[in-house]
Protein backbone atom coordinates (compact mmCIF):
# COMPACT_ATOMS: atom_id res chain seq x y z
CA UNK A 1 0.00 0.00 0.00
CA UNK A 2 1.08 3.50 -0.53
CA UNK A 3 2.37 5.66 2.01
CA UNK A 4 1.44 9.49 2.68
CA UNK A 5 3.28 11.83 4.62
CA UNK A 6 2.39 15.10 5.27
CA UNK A 7 3.70 18.22 6.53
CA UNK A 8 3.06 22.13 6.22
CA UNK A 9 0.75 22.65 9.29
CA UNK A 10 1.11 25.24 11.46
CA UNK A 11 -0.59 28.09 13.73
CA UNK A 12 -1.58 30.86 11.63
CA UNK A 13 -4.07 34.27 12.25
CA UNK A 14 -7.40 34.21 11.22
CA UNK A 15 -7.05 35.38 7.57
CA UNK A 16 -3.86 33.51 7.38
CA UNK A 17 -2.08 31.40 4.73
CA UNK A 18 -0.82 28.19 4.68
CA UNK A 19 0.38 25.19 1.74
CA UNK A 20 0.62 22.01 2.89
CA UNK A 21 2.68 18.87 1.11
CA UNK A 22 1.99 15.39 0.93
CA UNK A 23 4.51 12.89 -0.41
CA UNK A 24 3.14 9.68 -1.81
CA UNK A 25 5.40 6.31 -1.78
CA UNK A 26 4.86 5.21 -5.05
CA UNK A 27 3.97 6.82 -8.21
CA UNK A 28 1.04 9.12 -8.52
CA UNK A 29 0.27 9.51 -12.03
CA UNK A 30 -1.20 5.80 -12.06
CA UNK A 31 -3.53 7.46 -9.42
CA UNK A 32 -6.86 8.88 -10.89
CA UNK A 33 -8.11 11.16 -7.75
CA UNK A 34 -6.14 12.44 -4.91
CA UNK A 35 -7.77 14.06 -2.49
CA UNK A 36 -6.85 16.21 0.54
CA UNK A 37 -9.51 15.41 3.64
CA UNK A 38 -9.41 16.73 7.62
CA UNK A 39 -10.73 15.97 10.87
CA UNK A 40 -11.55 18.03 13.78
CA UNK A 41 -12.05 16.36 17.53
CA UNK A 42 -15.07 14.75 17.70
CA UNK A 43 -15.83 15.10 13.88
CA UNK A 44 -15.60 12.59 11.14
CA UNK A 45 -12.83 12.88 8.05
CA UNK A 46 -14.15 14.74 5.71
CA UNK A 47 -13.56 15.29 2.35
CA UNK A 48 -12.14 18.60 0.99
CA UNK A 49 -10.93 18.99 -1.95
CA UNK A 50 -9.71 16.71 -4.85
CA UNK A 51 -7.81 16.77 -8.06
CA UNK A 52 -7.88 14.81 -11.23
CA UNK A 53 -5.09 12.82 -13.11
CA UNK A 54 -6.13 15.43 -15.88
CA UNK A 55 -5.90 18.42 -13.43
CA UNK A 56 -9.64 19.08 -12.67
CA UNK A 57 -10.20 19.70 -8.77
CA UNK A 58 -13.40 20.01 -7.13
CA UNK A 59 -13.81 21.51 -3.17
CA UNK A 60 -16.03 21.23 -0.97
CA UNK A 61 -18.54 24.39 -0.26
CA UNK A 62 -16.55 25.23 3.11
CA UNK A 63 -13.54 25.85 1.09
CA UNK A 64 -14.01 27.34 -2.36
CA UNK A 65 -12.94 29.84 -3.01
CA UNK A 66 -9.60 30.05 -0.72
CA UNK A 67 -8.29 26.66 -1.19
CA UNK A 68 -6.23 25.27 -4.15
CA UNK A 69 -5.14 21.45 -4.73
CA UNK A 70 -2.45 20.89 -7.15
CA UNK A 71 -0.33 17.70 -7.86
CA UNK A 72 3.23 17.17 -9.09
CA UNK A 73 3.34 13.64 -10.48
CA UNK A 74 7.13 14.26 -11.22
CA UNK A 75 8.20 14.48 -7.36
CA UNK A 76 4.55 12.55 -6.38
CA UNK A 77 3.09 14.98 -4.53
CA UNK A 78 0.33 16.73 -4.23
CA UNK A 79 -0.24 20.40 -2.07
CA UNK A 80 -2.85 22.70 -0.98
CA UNK A 81 -2.76 26.40 -1.03
CA UNK A 82 -5.25 27.52 1.85
CA UNK A 83 -5.90 31.52 2.33
CA UNK A 84 -8.19 33.33 4.12
CA UNK A 85 -7.82 30.70 6.61
CA UNK A 86 -10.66 30.77 9.29
CA UNK A 87 -10.48 29.01 13.00
CA UNK A 88 -13.27 26.34 11.51
CA UNK A 89 -10.65 25.68 9.17
CA UNK A 90 -8.91 24.05 12.47
CA UNK A 91 -8.20 20.32 11.99
CA UNK A 92 -5.40 17.78 11.18
CA UNK A 93 -5.10 17.29 7.28
CA UNK A 94 -4.66 14.28 5.38
CA UNK A 95 -4.12 13.38 1.91
CA UNK A 96 -4.72 10.17 0.64
CA UNK A 97 -6.33 8.49 -2.89
CA UNK A 98 -10.12 9.48 -3.53
CA UNK A 99 -12.44 7.27 -4.53
CA UNK A 100 -16.20 6.99 -4.13
CA UNK A 101 -15.29 4.62 -1.01
CA UNK A 102 -12.67 6.70 0.24
CA UNK A 103 -14.36 6.56 3.79
CA UNK A 104 -13.06 2.57 3.63
CA UNK A 105 -9.53 3.78 3.35
CA UNK A 106 -7.30 2.41 6.35
CA UNK A 107 -3.84 3.75 5.74
CA UNK A 108 -3.94 7.18 6.31
CA UNK A 109 -0.77 8.94 7.35
CA UNK A 110 0.10 10.94 10.52
CA UNK A 111 -1.43 14.09 8.76
CA UNK A 112 -0.70 17.35 9.45
CA UNK A 113 -2.07 20.20 11.87
CA UNK A 114 -3.56 23.27 10.78
CA UNK A 115 -4.63 25.49 13.97
CA UNK A 116 -6.09 28.92 13.07
CA UNK A 117 -6.68 30.95 16.23
CA UNK A 118 -5.67 34.59 17.32
Known amino acids: QAQFVESGGDLVQPGGSLRLSCVVSEMISSIKYMGWYRQSPGNERELVAI???????NYADSVKGRFTISRDDAKNAVYLQMNSLKPEDTAVYYC????????????WGQGTQVTVSS
Open 51 to 57: IARWLHT
Open 96 to 107: NQYSENWKQINN
